[in-house]
């Protein structure tokens, strides 16, 4: 009894020493990591037309047809009722369609295009102009403006600032209505597809709630002046100082900085289908064209 407790003792001892002999089999796990690359939006300059738009203000492209619209205030005063604004019609390429295509404005600012119609702010007026002939079809006088400035369309309704009282009015259907007030130096305004309404002020963007009210999306681009929205929470933001930004959900990013040169940045306008911004220069009485990457 007590030889085979010995035996199977030793057949247990000669067992681990073989098992500690033995190499063992170890799994290594390998971990991936995915590096992505953070790239820094940028402008680069395709085009500029010759300096023959005096005080250009604002650009708007008709995805519909490739005209490019430009608003002239011609002239120092963005608020002198002296009938000498136009809007002038030029090419994808830079080269200038029709310098006079509509004439007897005063100081036109921001336009949109709805319903067969451009639609132009005026000082204290929204004007129409019908799109196939270039004429006059109507002027709205709005109560109590004073600089109104940078409009939007969406789905049949005109949208519209004023920077001076810091309201948003709406037209729809021969009526205007103020949608919304208390914004100071409110200017630059666009809508989504799914109809939110974003706008350029003192606070920076902002965007409109159902409720009426407004979130603060970006407070670095303050006083803006145009506004483009690329979707996914990205915009195109300009300053007319001169600075042209890229906003999204990570922060701001100045794509372009022309102060220096003292040409400004006004409202500009947008090619979505290539990427391609249309930046008024105002005093300079040009559009330079410029390549968006992002």
């Known amino acids: 009894m007590k030889t085979g407790i010995k035996f199977s003792l030793l057949g247990l001892a000669a067992g681990v020493v073989f098992a500690q002999c033995t190499p063992q089999k170890t799994t290594e796990t390998e971990e991936t990591v995915v590096v992505e690359e953070v790239k820094t939006p940028t402008l680069t300059m395709l085009w500029e037309t010759?300096?023959?738009?005096?005080?250009?203000?604002?650009?708007?492209?008709?995805?519909?047809?490739?005209?490019?619209?430009?608003?002239?205030?011609?002239?120092?005063?963005?608020?002198?009722?002296?009938?000498?604004?136009?809007?002038?019609?030029?090419?994808?390429?830079?080269?200038?369609?029709?310098?006079?295509?509509?004439?007897?404005?005063?100081?036109?600012?921001?336009m949109a295009i709805s319903?067969?119609?451009?639609?132009?702010t005026d000082i204290d007026e929204l004007v129409e102009i019908n799109l196939e002939s270039g004429e006059i079809t109507n002027k709205w006088a709005v109560e109590g403006a004073q600089f109104l400035n940078d409009v939007a369309a969406h789905d049949g309704v005109v949208y519209f600032t004023d920077m001076n009282t810091g309201k948003v009015h709406s037209y729809q259907n021969g009526s205007i209505s103020t949608?919304?007030?208390?914004?100071?130096?409110?200017?630059?305004?666009?809508?989504?597809?799914?109809?939110?309404?974003?706008?350029?002020?003192?606070?920076?963007?902002?965007k409109w709630n159902a409720d009426g009210s407004t979130t603060i999306v970006n407070a670095e681009v303050t006083g803006g002046d145009g506004l483009v929205i690329l979707g996914n929470d990205n915009f195109v933001a300009s300053r007319w100082v001169g600075e042209i930004w890229f906003v999204s959900p990570d922060g701001a990013t100045k794509m372009l900085d022309t102060k220096e040169a003292e040409s400004n940045t006004a409202d500009i306008g947008f090619n979505p289908s290539e990427n391609i911004v249309y930046v008024p220069t105002f005093f300079k009485n040009k559009v330079a064209a410029y390549k968006l990457d992002y």
């Open 50 to 110: 010759e300096p023959t738009l005096e005080t250009v203000e604002s650009v708007l492209f008709d995805e519909s047809t490739g005209k490019i619209y430009t608003s002239n205030i011609i002239g120092q005063n963005p608020l002198e009722k002296d009938g000498k604004g136009s809007i002038s019609i030029i090419g994808t390429d830079g080269s200038i369609i029709e310098q006079d295509w509509v004439t007897g404005l005063n100081a036109p600012k921001g």
């Open 115 to 120: 319903n067969g119609h451009l639609y132009v």
């Open 179 to 206: 949608i919304s007030e208390g914004h100071n130096s409110i200017n630059g305004i666009a809508v989504a597809n799914d109809g939110t309404i974003y706008g350029l002020d003192e606070s920076g963007l902002k």
